[in-house]
């Protein structure tokens, strides 16, 4: 089928008014058929139908409502990759209600700016999260927040399993309609604090898409998405991707570790393995032997851009290549290097690909709404008019920030991020905008200067910000992490600054590079620029 006539399908099911997504993510697939595959870190496995996610489902949700659960009502959850996670997230939305995402790396005020005032009437915990949730400085007690515990409860909490004994099943899920709201999720906070986004259930049609053009994930594949569900990537398309397509994916229930990633990989025969750049980073780092037994033939990645030696080491070593795709928290995927056969195309170096199907997304001037010219560098954004699959349509109580992302006639969303496009249609990434550096008149995207340093067989992460100066404006400064075994020194440094003008150009050279044993990142593993700009800011006012 084309993907016109996908795109006009999934829309008529996702945003009809009377959609119900505990039908469309779960009740409506053969209830034999495996929803997921639970993986554990000893890599024993057991198989999650989907008619035991309906029935498990349906219990929990009447156990909640027995509680004073109704639709619209937020429901958080920190939890890890489950069964109990998935049973969670269905029942949520039997209700009508709100799922609310927090990262179990989350630190107390984190949750608490993600639960506190926005209407969390339940937060579903892992145990050994538990602890999280006491009453602090940073998360004020309240009475009327119920807490259901996995394992076993203590307190005023609530048991997951005792719930899960309900004799009542409810029957009649809530039919919020493609407007409804599914999940409420918070940005990562690359640029500041973090913001509410409201995902329509409608939003699920570019969801589906994306799995289906971006991903090519078939019947025949034993996909998986390592990324964590706390966050969009992970909650999008390694949970709602596959469940809207009634497609098997594999859920690791453990915490990351490249020894285990390599095992999972040849254990299950993963042949379609999407993740963040840093586990693609972290694999080829790691010094443990290649399995010999991989079947991939899709690998796909997001929420950082990839530089280019990953992009070199996957095609040598995994033999498959790792195809860039670029999205928001808001959007879902806009742009991709597509795997889909009607889609797929030559992988440009350093390219985030095409807009995908749904979406129309152009490069602007610098300074106004003009679209800018061939290679010309400028402001990514979304021509809403011109993109059916659009979810977001503003921040969760902030009409001015939301504002700041629309054109005043609404016809652009801004994302925010810089980059160029060729004659092709690839866009090339450049750097959030709030990241541009100004030296001399030139705009410097810190992307491709870190690209062209991570081509230094020393370098295994950098990050490259600007820093004031009297008479250029700004300089460009590089924080290095090195791989191990390799040192720091004044030689490595000079070798640093001419791999950048070699590779990419004289004048855009790191005048100043710091060694760190890490880099500044949110918990979804995005480099916190602005971090290192504050960094630099203390250091040279000391």
Not at 2 to 10: G, V
Not at 12 to 38: K, M, N
Not at 142 to 165: C, K, N, Q, W, Y
Request: charged share 20%.
């Amino acid at each position: 089928m084309s993907p016109e006539r996908t795109l006009f399908d999934l829309l008529q099911t996702y945003a009809a008014p009377d959609a119900d997504a505990t039908h469309l993510l779960c009740g409506r697939h053969p209830a034999d058929a495996v929803a997921f595959t639970l993986v554990e870190a000893d890599l024993s496995s057991r198989d999650l139908t989907f008619g035991q996610l309906e029935a498990a489902s349906a219990r929990f949700a009447a156990a909640l409502a027995a509680h004073g659960v109704r639709p619209g009502d937020r429901v958080a959850t920190l939890m890890g990759k489950s069964a109990e996670l998935v049973t969670a997230l269905l029942a949520i939305w039997r209700l009508g209600a709100v799922h609310v995402p927090l990262f179990t790396a989350f630190a107390p005020p984190a949750i608490a700016q993600r639960i506190v005032g926005n209407g969390t009437r339940v937060v579903v915990v892992d145990a050994g999260q538990r602890a999280k949730l006491d009453p602090s400085e940073d998360l004020p007690a309240d009475p009327s927040r119920i807490i259901v515990t996995t394992g076993e409860a203590s307190g005023g909490d609530l048991s997951f399993e005792a719930l899960l004994d309900e004799p009542h099943p409810l029957s009649d899920p809530v039919a919020v309609g493609g407007d409804g709201t599914l999940v409420e999720i918070f940005t990562s906070g690359t640029t500041g604090t973090p913001k509410a986004v409201p995902v329509p259930l409608r939003g699920l049609a570019g969801i589906h898409s994306y799995q289906e053009f971006g991903l090519d994930q078939t019947d025949e594949d034993v996909f998986w998405n390592a990324a964590d569900p706390g966050w969009a990537y992970g909650l999008y398309f390694a949970l709602l991707g596959p469940l809207a397509t009634g497609r098997r994916s594999l859920l690791l229930h453990a915490g990351f570790s490249p020894e285990l990633t390599w095992q999972v990989l040849e254990r299950f025969g993963v042949t379609n393995f999407t993740a963040g750049p840093t586990v693609y980073r972290a694999l080829r780092s790691s010094g443990l032997p290649v399995p010999s037994g991989l079947r991939l033939r899709h690998c796909s990645s997001a929420g950082e851009p990839l530089t280019p030696d990953v992009v070199t080491w996957a095609e040598e070593v995994l033999g498959c290549p790792v195809r860039d795709h670029y999205g928001q928290t808001e959007t879902g995927m806009v742009v991709g290097n597509a795997w889909h056969p009607h889609l797929i195309a030559p992988v440009k170096t350093g390219s985030m690909g095409r807009p995908l199907p749904g979406f129309a997304v152009e490069v602007l001037k610098a300074g106004s709404d003009e679209i800018a010219e061939v290679g010309e560098t400028g402001r990514v954004a979304i021509d809403v008019s011109a993109s059916p699959l659009m979810p977001f349509s503003g921040y969760r109580d902030a009409p001015e920030r939301t504002a700041e992302r629309f054109s005043a006639d609404g016809r652009w969303y801004y994302t925010g991020d810089i980059a160029a496009r060729d004659r092709d249609g690839y866009l090339t990434f450049g750097s959030r905008d709030d990241d541009v550096i100004l030296m001399a008149g030139y705009r410097i995207g810190p992307f491709e200067v870190e690209s062209a340093l991570t081509q230094h067989e020393a370098v295994a992460e950098a990050a490259v910000i600007g820093a004031p100066d009297e008479l250029r404006g700004e300089l460009v400064v590089a924080y290095v992490v090195l791989n191990p075994g390799a040192e720091g020194s004044d030689e490595l440094v000079d070798e640093l600054k001419q791999t950048v003008k070699t590779r990419l150009a004289a004048h855009v050279y790191p005048r100043r590079i710091h060694f760190v044993a890490e880099l500044p990142k949110t918990p979804s593993g995005k480099i916190q620029r602005f971090a290192l700009r504050s960094r630099e800011l203390s250091t040279a006012s000391s």
